[in-house]
């Protein structure tokens, strides 16, 4: 059992910056890929970022790829979400997830979620 606490949302202009966290609780949270998603009013649930259990790879959703960065520290079991250049577009609950899938871009796969943390960007 694995349970996700994020933080770290907020309102930010555009172009700034942000850093969410992911809490997780477990002995085991080394061995569970994490993701970030995200949902915006009115629109599906999407895929943001991933990092794998092993070997830290790292999976962007292509409209994130040179502003977002995840990582991890297993020794805190805590994941991480730094945001930079965030644009409007970027306004969304944010969530984390864990899995022990390999496939870390699909929603579905992901076992444990956190309750969100709201990221808003104005203009």
């Known amino acids: 059992q694995v349970q996700l606490v994020e933080s770290g949302g907020g309102l930010v202009q555009a172009g700034g910056s942000l850093r969410l966290s992911c809490a997780a609780s477990?002995?085991?949270?080394?061995?569970?890929?994490m993701g970030w998603f995200r949902q915006a009013p009115g629109k599906e649930r999407e895929f943001v970022a991933a990092?794998?259990?092993?070997?830290?790879?790292?999976y962007y959703t292509d409209s994130v790829k040179g502003r977002f960065t995840i990582s991890r520290d297993n020794a805190k079991n805590t994941a991480y979400l730094q945001m930079d250049i965030l644009k409007p577009e970027d306004t969304a609950a944010y969530y984390c997830?864990?899995?022990?899938?390999?496939?870390?871009?699909?929603?579905?796969?992901?076992?444990?979620w956190g309750q969100g943390t709201q990221v808003t960007v104005s203009s």
């Open positions: 477990g002995r085991t949270f080394s061995s569970y890929g």
């Open positions: 997830a864990a899995t022990r899938s390999l496939e870390l871009r699909v929603a579905i796969n992901y076992g444990y």
């Open positions: 990092i794998s259990w092993i070997g830290g790879i790292t």
